[in-house]
Nanobody
């Protein structure tokens, strides 16, 4: 079982920044971040392969940046220019073969 440990959530003002980090217990090909607001479906924010190829959701392009350190088995999400609509529980995701693994979730709240 792959273990994912997340950190970095919190409360910020609109226009502020947060950095989320996720550490995996082993090397994973594709890692990324999803988010889920109350009453809504979970949606992809961004993901990245071990080769550095990325997918970034249109609604965060230009504001969020995903990166990883393969030696440390970590993936980070730098979130800038945060908006109230970014408020959600953010989940680290890892894919190995056909199996998906999930972190416990970390809350991001953007409010003035």
């Amino acid at each position: 079982q792959v273990q994912l440990v997340e950190s970095g959530g919190g409360l910020v003002q609109p226009g502020g920044s947060l950095r989320l980090s996720c550490a995996a217990s082993e090397s994973i090909y594709t890692m990324g971040w999803y988010r889920q607001a109350p009453g809504k479906q979970r949606e992809l924010v961004a993901d990245i392969t071990s080769f550095g190829a990325t997918n970034v959701a249109e609604f965060v392009k230009g504001r969020f940046t995903i990166s990883r350190d393969n030696a440390k088995n970590t993936v980070d999400l730098q979130m800038n220019s945060l908006k109230p609509e970014d408020t959600a529980a953010y989940y680290c995701n890892a894919k190995r073969g056909r199996q998906n693994y999930w972190g416990q979730g970390t809350q991001v709240t953007v409010s003035s």
